[in-house]
């Protein structure tokens, strides 16, 4: 059973950058879901940046890795520079993560890589990996957001 959109592009995984979230993955704080992901951001230059999921005893206040990835790149001042993303995770085991199907950004991730993404001028490649074995699914961010929120809707929104 697969509850992952299958949409695979014919393109390579970027296998370098899904390593790094995985050890990005590594260090998710995830007391209270116990699912653990980590992202990473590959930039123009080459250089990668990651995240992994950050949760609080509130819920409401948890942050997701490829927020903590996208806002770690911004603080850099390299927001215009992403080139590609991968993501990861799996629920926390006794023995590592678990998951044999990819995982895909949630809707608010992919609200932020869209904005990303628009700043870049490019729509990224976004590498989704399983915790366990080598499923993968890559998408572009259009494809996990389309008909996203825009400028143009403020602009409308500013006319009334
Ligand atoms: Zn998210």
Same mark, same amino acid.
């Given at each position: 059973m697969t509850n992952v959109p299958q949409n695979p592009r014919e393109e390579a995984c970027d296998e370098m950058? #899904?390593?790094? *979230? $995985? =050890?990005?993955? %590594?260090? *998710?704080?995830a007391p209270y879901s116990r699912f653990a992901v980590g +992202?990473?951001? $590959?930039?123009?230059?080459?250089?990668? #940046? /990651?995240? +992994?999921?950050?949760?609080?005893?509130?819920?409401?206040?948890?942050?997701?890795? =490829? /927020? #903590? +990835?996208? *806002?770690? #790149? %911004? +603080?850099?001042?390299?927001? *215009?520079d992403i080139v590609a993303m991968a993501v990861?995770?799996?629920a926390v085991g006794k023995e590592g993560n678990d998951g044999n199907e990819p995982i895909t950004p949630c809707g608010r991730c992919r609200q932020i890589m869209a904005e990303a993404a628009r700043v870049a001028g490019r729509d990224f490649p976004v590498y989704c990996a399983a915790s366990d074995g080598p499923a993968r699914a890559l998408y572009r961010v259009s494809d996990l957001l389309p008909h996203a929120f825009s400028a143009a809707g403020l602009a409308r929104g500013d006319s009334m």
């Open positions: 950058l #899904v390593s790094a *979230a $995985r =050890e990005a993955m %590594n260090h *998710a704080y +992202a990473a951001a $590959r930039l123009s230059d080459g250089s990668i #940046v /990651t995240g +992994a999921n950050f949760e609080n005893i509130s819920y409401g206040l948890s942050l997701c890795a =490829e /927020t #903590v +990835a996208i *806002a770690s #790149v %911004n +603080a850099a001042g390299a927001l *215009a990861i995770g799996g």
